[in-house]
């Protein structure tokens, strides 16, 4: 089973991307479909298909649907809110409290996430290709299992509740474990040639790469045709159009996005199989689309031997202006990029060791830690 999230800011065009992903796999054999996440849906639209809150066949071995966050939440979630709160308040919270202690805000993301997850496990697809929303509700959503995870840790609950909350625990240990199976799960960042578009797909990356999740591939989407010899007006905007979108992927180059697949702006909008099709040929080449582009996929954390103690990489795609700042929590290091924040839970070896210092190179960030090798 291969899963393939499919992101960027909106407007980018990661539906479309996403559709004719899904396409090239189902043509090249594979039994695949296609999710939609967004709350805007249009995955419907780029498949020329009408789209349900349950799978339907769009062609041979291609499936699609569109999930219903809000009809998750009043059914799945309804139930395991109500058995928790009776839970509480049979241990001697009053009604108020016991409600209050089960709205979670998120939860509706949360229950698109778990969905995904019923279908890959319960389905007869060998891969799964998931249109997000935007990039910010993208990110929430990918950490939407970590968080209420260790929310469920601090939480004191008594004997009454300990089964259901033992039984949701488990259940979001598991999505993170999909999630971060870079051998299951990887990511397609799509962006325009645009600079702001740009500077968010980079914070976008850092901010994936703290969470553990594997990015396999950077689009650039909606790249201006060559001009060539055209003269005229029309021939001046876009050459000077395509000139600054040159300009934004060498800078993107610069900065070590080397491995970037390029899809032109099509005239007319692409809608349906054949459309999709030729979008998928220009994306992949002659590649499988399950390779991505050859982004490379680096462990999180790698601890090496020091002299005086340990060095930890930390492999999170960093730009110069990027504001970082590191501290120790008890067992575990707080690492924030750009304003987006993670506990990582230290190996045991370097919990005796303090910080002393920590420094960027192309491959992200290294922190020096002193302390005795010997403990641990």
């Known amino acids: 089973m291969r899963i393939l999230l499919f992101t960027g800011k909106g407007g980018v065009g990661k539906t479309t991307l996403a559709a004719a992903t899904g396409a090239a796999l189902a043509a090249r054999g594979r039994k695949t479909l296609v999710v939609s996440t967004d709350p805007a849906h249009s995955l419907g639209d780029a498949f020329g298909h009408t789209l349900g809150a349950e799978p339907s066949e769009v062609d041979a071995l291609l499936s699609a ?24 308040s049979g241990a001697g919270l009053d009604t108020l409290d016991a409600e209050e202690l ?3 805000p998120g939860v509706d993301e949360l229950l698109a996430l778990t969905e995904v997850r019923r279908l890959a496990e319960d389905g007869p697809w060998e891969t799964i290709v998931v249109d997000c929303g935007p990039t910010a509700e993208t990110l929430r959503l990918l950490a939407l299992p970590e968080a209420f ?14 089964e259901s909350v033992r039984r949701l625990g488990t259940h979001l240990d598991g999505l993170r474990a999909l999630l971060t199976e870079p051998s299951v799960t990887t990511v397609r960042l799509v962006l325009t040639p645009e600079r702001v578009v740009v500077a968010e797909a980079r914070r976008t990356l850092s901010s994936l790469a703290l ?72 994306l992949y080449r002659d590649g499988d689309p399950l390779d991505g582009n050859g982004t490379p996929v680096t462990p999180l954390l790698r601890v090496r031997p020091a002299p005086d103690g340990y060095t930890l990489r930390i492999a999170i795609p960093l730009t110069r202006d990027a504001e ?53």
């Open 102 to 104: 089960t709205v979670l």
């Open 149 to 162: 995870s260790g929310y469920l840790t601090r939480l004191w609950v008594p004997k009454q509740v300990t």
């Open 211 to 282: 969470r553990g999740i594997a990015v396999d591939g950077l689009v650039t989407n909606r790249l201006m045709p060559a001009p060539g010899f055209w003269r005229g007006g029309a021939g001046s905007w876009l050459r000077t159009r395509r000139t600054q979108q040159d300009t934004v992927l060498a800078e993107l180059s610069a900065a070590g996005f080397t491995a970037v697949s390029r899809v032109e702006h099509r005239a007319v909008e692409p809608v349906g199989l054949p459309a999709l099709l030729e979008i998928a040929a220009e």
């Open 324 to 376: 970082v700042d590191l501290a120790r929590v008890d067992d575990d290091l707080a690492i924030t990029v750009d304003g987006f924040r993670r506990l990582i839970a230290l190996p045991e070896s370097l919990r005796p060791c303090r910080i002393t210092g920590a420094e960027s190179d192309a491959d992200g960030l290294v922190v020096s830690l002193a302390g005795n090798r010997g403990r641990g």
């Open 65 to 88: 649907v569109q999930i219903d966050s809000r009809t998750l939440v009043d059914t799945s979630w309804h139930r395991l809110r109500a058995e928790l709160q009776t839970a509480l």
